[in-house]
């Protein structure tokens, strides 16, 4: 089994929904961790929009990269710029980086309808991201 580590700032919103996505795209084929540079817990929006797609990541936690110090990385992704810039230095030999930069919908201001909105295009961004990844990757 491979271990993936998907990161970004506060392990509360993008990747906790791409923690989501790889779980459920594949299995028996790794294990999906998720972590950030900070833990803002979990953004209720993100649970919500992912709720609409029949994925659960309601019971998930917001994680510190440090709490998984000694795993073997076979990926680490991270999903924001400031996660890849301000990272801490992860020893991994063989882990290959993957970087890709998604809009985070938490900074939205707006109505609630504008929100939703958001959420629901990062959702999909991170969707078809982790649907190539584990075509490509895991396959």
């Keep these: 089994m491979k271990n993936i580590l998907v990161l970004c700032t506060g392990n509360s919103c993008r990747s906790q929904m791409a923690h989501g996505y790889l779980n459920a795209l594949q299995t028996g084929l790794a294990n999906i961790y998720s972590a950030g540079i900070e833990t803002h817990g979990l953004n209720p929006g993100a649970v919500a929009i992912m709720a609409n797609d029949n994925i659960d990541i309601s019971g998930h936690t917001s994680n510190h990269v440090d709490e998984y110090q000694g795993i073997a990385w076979d990926f680490i992704i991270t999903v924001c710029d400031h996660?890849?810039?301000?990272?801490?230095?992860?020893?991994?030999?063989?882990?290959?980086?993957?970087?890709?930069?998604?809009?985070?919908?938490?900074?939205?201001?707006?109505?609630?309808?504008?929100?939703?909105?958001?959420?629901?295009?990062?959702?999909?961004?991170?969707?078809?991201?982790?649907?190539?990844?584990?075509?490509?990757?895991?396959t």
């Design 83 to 138: 996660a890849k810039e301000n990272c801490p230095f992860i020893p991994s030999k063989n882990a290959k980086r993957l970087h890709h930069n998604f809009f985070d919908p938490s900074k939205v201001v707006g109505t609630k309808e504008e929100k939703q909105a958001a959420f629901l295009t990062a959702r999909n961004e991170i969707k078809e991201f982790c649907e190539t990844f584990v075509k490509e990757e895991l």
